[in-house]
């Protein structure tokens, strides 16, 4: 996934209704209560909480995203080595504490403000990819929080948005061992992917198909898994694992678009040219703009 699809496509505004002229038929509305300080406190902490849930999103969004689109790059010469040792993940993942509440406990009420608010501004710093603020907002929190799963997470994706293979590793098993979620397998499985630990690719590609997350997640790990096969020249089995229980959807969403232009990818690159160049297409008449798909389209009539 590169990181131009930050924010997993093309964003619509629905509902957004046009009123040129006022409707002197309607029923004249009745007069609405004054809004009281409570309701603007409300109002402000729910717009707070939907601006948190937000930058979460678009953060494991666009993490996700760049696993899959990084796929296409030339991996690390694989090394002898062991699979990495990892624990089960449990039947459901971890019910864990929110983070304010984590940090509370480990530092004390009295200290956890401006933790927490480091975290936030972390967060934010890195969904507007400014890395290195995201570093120092974060610093503090890896002296003083490691337990925190979400001070593992973050610092896992600031490795992986860096390059920084290993770090990004030790970062999200961590992650991945604290909270026994897949919800960051796709950047994961990318991390050993580009070292060429294609044995843990497989382990975590069978994990999450046995968690069956979201679908989105799930063809996320599909792509970079399928990457990991093209790395070792398997290309046979590539094109299997994207092509098992594809059928392309009258509306597709973002993942349905990555999946495809996956596929006719290595289409391409197994000399299937004509598939490549139908995939592509379908792609292209869907979103047009779509990362360099109108030069694939191209390249290929």
Known sequence: M????KNWGSLARKGAARMDE????AEP??????????????AAARAERSEKRKVERDRVRAEASAAVDRARSKPAKPKRRARTARAELPPVPVSLQAPEAAIAKIVGKEHATPLVRGLE???QAFAADRIPDARRHLAPLLKN??????VRELQGLIHYRLGQWPKAITQLEAFRELTGSTEQHPVLADAHR???HFDDVEVLWAEIREASPSPALVTES???????LADQDRLEDAVRLLEKGWKPPKRPREDHLRRAYALADVYERSGRVARAREVFSWVQSHE???????ERVAALS
Do not use: M, N, Q, Y
């Open 2 to 5: 590169s990181d131009a699809p």
């Open 29 to 42: 509305r009745r007069p609405r209560r004054p809004r009281t300080a409570e309701d603007e406190a409300k």
């Open 145 to 150: 929080c490691k337990e925190v799963p979400e």
């Open 222 to 228: 599909r792509i970079v898994t399928a990457g990991a």
């Open 288 to 294: 047009p703009h779509f990362g360099d798909i109108a």
């Open 121 to 123: 501004k972390a967060s």
């Open 22 to 25: 006022p409707d002197f038929d």
């Open 194 to 196: 580009a070292l060429g």
